[in-house]
């Protein structure tokens, strides 16, 4: 497990990045194997896995998933793995985190069962088993600002504005939604949530709404507050940080990018 400075985890879900920005690494977590070396036919279906990420990233798919083994009955080398981009990034910054996270999980996890990364605008993982379509919360992190709410009736208020964003934006079938909320006529507040592709409609929603029950014990007094974990993401705060764009994403599992209100 290897954590960065505490600085850089504002920066997930956050970022809002430009043609000259990079991605940013933020987590990795690798289940390394500790009994035995792993098989190199399983060893060669990671590399085989990532490898495929990073093809198909390169088409503009901002979201996908595969496995990869020997089709033998007595090879347990199967490698199960997909990759999520943030839904308001453009397509080539997709295949741009995409790539950069490849890179670096073959080099820190090189001898994982299992293994998770978080970068800014992508999260990619890898494991032995199959992972598909279940809700998955572990590993998981906060995210709080500086600044502190001043009036304690502002945290129920802004679980609520989310509570319903999470509702509209289920009901309307969508993986991910971005929203700006008019706080007291003069400030405006922002809020985005995010479901892997992996997930169906339903395993959405319960992922979305686990992690806001979960904001109260984290995160209450602050104004600025999200969860990530590797099934879904939610963020609220006082500041625009996501990007809006006219710009389509490709062939996806992830609808149109969305301004829900």
Request: charged share 20%; proline share 4%; with cysteine.
């Amino acid at each position: 497990m290897r954590f960065l400075l505490s600085f850089m985890l504002l920066l997930l879900f956050l970022f809002t990045p430009t043609n000259s920005q990079t991605p940013i690494s933020l987590n990795t977590f690798c289940n390394n194997s500790t009994k035995k070396p792993l098989t190199t036919s399983y060893k060669t279906n990671v590399n085989k896995v990532l490898q495929w990420m990073n093809t198909i990233s390169s088409t503009g798919q901002e979201s996908n998933l595969t496995s990869i083994g020997s089709n033998k009955n007595d090879h347990n080398d199967t490698v199960y793995g997909n990759y999520d981009c943030r839904g308001d990034i453009p397509a080539h910054f997709c295949n741009f985190c995409v790539n950069s996270a490849v890179k670096e999980i073959s080099q820190t996890c090189t001898n994982g069962t299992s293994a998770i990364i978080f970068y800014d605008m992508c999260i990619l993982r890898y494991s032995n088993k199959n992972f598909f379509g279940k809700i998955n919360l572990s590993p998981s992190f906060n995210l709080t600002g500086p600044k502190t709410i001043k009036d304690s009736r502002d945290f129920a208020k802004a679980e609520s504005l989310m509570k319903d964003l999470i509702r509209k934006t289920t009901d309307a079938n969508r993986m991910w939604a971005t929203s700006v909320f008019d706080w007291n006529g003069t400030e405006k507040r922002y809020g985005l949530v995010q479901c892997a592709g992996d997930l169906d409609n339903n395993g959405c929603k319960e992922c979305l709404k686990e992690l806001i029950d979960r904001v109260a014990e984290c995160c209450g007094t602050s104004v600025m507050w999200g969860i990530v974990a590797p099934s879904c993401g939610v963020r609220f705060d006082d500041k625009m940080f996501f990007q809006v764009s006219s710009e389509q994403p490709g062939s996806s599992s992830l609808p149109n990018p969305g301004n829900i209100k």
